[in-house]
């Protein structure tokens, strides 16, 4: 989602976003480049990316214990830090990088900023949650859980569970989506009366930029810490 011209393609009579695609593998490749270069010489006296590697793994792997049961947590521990790089980048992504075609469609741009990547994202948590729970509890203790404490709840929970799926994805994406239209906005002001409101603008934008960093950071924290609780809850038989 953008506000100038979108280029799309077809592939198998499905339509795809251009800057979609584009984007997500430029992450892909990043996300690949940092864990390859982090663990590519694996030793006892570790180096600074093992460190670092291995502080990731742990710090992903406590935002799963918050929610998540000791003796479960390692079978999401690969899910949680891949979803966490995996958004960290994407949101940082458009911050520093945005290319575009000379129709002016954006093609690089960070993929959390459309909606179809976020709720995807969302989509797919969700799935591992009611997988994982049908997976331990069963499907007849799994889908009971829907009727508690009344049988009349089912409306509520199948409600709760559409609320779920919207709001974890929308939040990221409103979040990221307005911080780089919010950076449009004040580059097309120093942009717009030379050199004057270029000195006037420059600061603003590198405030901004360092505040939408953290704000991406954030919001990838925000992503995972919400994702284990909603399987936490379905690894749970409701009283």
Same mark, same amino acid.
């Given at each position: !989602?953008?506000?100038? %011209?979108?280029?799309?393609?077809?592939?198998?009579?499905?339509?795809?976003?251009?800057?979609?695609?584009?984007?997500?593998?430029?992450?892909?490749?990043?996300?690949?480049?940092?864990?390859?270069?982090?663990?590519?010489?694996?030793? !006892?006296?570790?180096?600074?990316?093992?460190?670092?590697?291995?502080?990731?793994?742990?710090?992903?792997?406590?935002?799963?214990?918050?929610?998540? %049961?000791?003796?479960?947590?390692?079978?999401?521990?690969?899910? *949680?830090?891949?979803?966490?790089?995996?958004?960290?980048?994407?949101?940082?992504?458009?911050?520093?990088?945005?290319?575009?075609?000379?129709?002016?469609?954006?093609?690089?741009?960070?993929?959390?900023?459309? %909606?179809?990547?976020?709720?995807?994202?969302?989509? !797919?948590?969700?799935?591992?949650?009611?997988?994982?729970?049908?997976?331990?509890?069963?499907?007849?203790?799994?889908?009971?859980?829907?009727?508690?404490?009344?049988?009349?709840?089912?409306?509520?929970?199948?409600?709760?569970?559409?609320?779920?799926?919207?709001?974890? *994805?929308?939040?990221?994406? *409103?979040?990221?989506?307005?911080?780089?239209?919010?950076?449009?906005?004040?580059?097309?002001?120093?942009?717009?009366?030379?050199?004057?409101? !270029?000195?006037?603008?420059? %600061?603003?934008?590198?405030?901004?930029? *360092?505040?939408?960093?953290?704000?991406?950071?954030?919001?990838?924290?925000?992503?995972?810490?919400?994702?284990?609780?909603?399987?936490?809850?379905?690894?749970?038989?409701?009283?």
């Amino acid at each position: !989602m953008n506000d100038g %011209p979108v280029s799309t393609f077809q592939f198998l009579g499905l339509t795809f976003s251009t800057a979609n695609v584009v984007s997500g593998l430029v992450v892909f490749l990043l996300v690949l480049a940092v864990v390859f270069f982090t663990s590519r010489h694996l030793a !006892m006296k570790p180096t600074k990316g093992q460190n670092f590697l291995e502080w990731l793994i742990e710090f992903t792997n406590g935002i799963l214990k918050g929610s998540i %049961p000791s003796n479960e947590v390692s079978g999401f521990g690969l899910y *949680g830090f891949t979803l966490f790089l995996f958004l960290f980048l994407s949101n940082q992504l458009g911050l520093f990088i945005q290319l575009a075609m000379p129709n002016g469609a954006t093609v690089v741009r960070s993929p959390t900023s459309d %909606p179809i990547v976020t709720l995807t994202f969302s989509l !797919m948590t969700l799935m591992i949650a009611q997988f994982s729970g049908v997976q331990k509890l069963g499907y007849k203790k799994h889908f009971a859980n829907y009727l508690k404490p009344f049988v009349v709840w089912l409306p509520i929970s199948i409600f709760e569970e559409f609320t779920n799926f919207l709001t974890l *994805g929308l939040r990221i994406f *409103g979040v990221i989506f307005s911080g780089e239209m919010l950076l449009k906005l004040i580059w097309g002001l120093a942009t717009s009366h030379g050199l004057v409101t !270029m000195i006037v603008a420059i %600061p603003i934008e590198m405030v901004w930029q *360092g505040f939408s960093a953290f704000l991406g950071a954030i919001q990838a924290f925000v992503f995972v810490t919400l994702s284990s609780v909603y399987i936490s809850q379905k690894l749970e038989v409701e009283e």
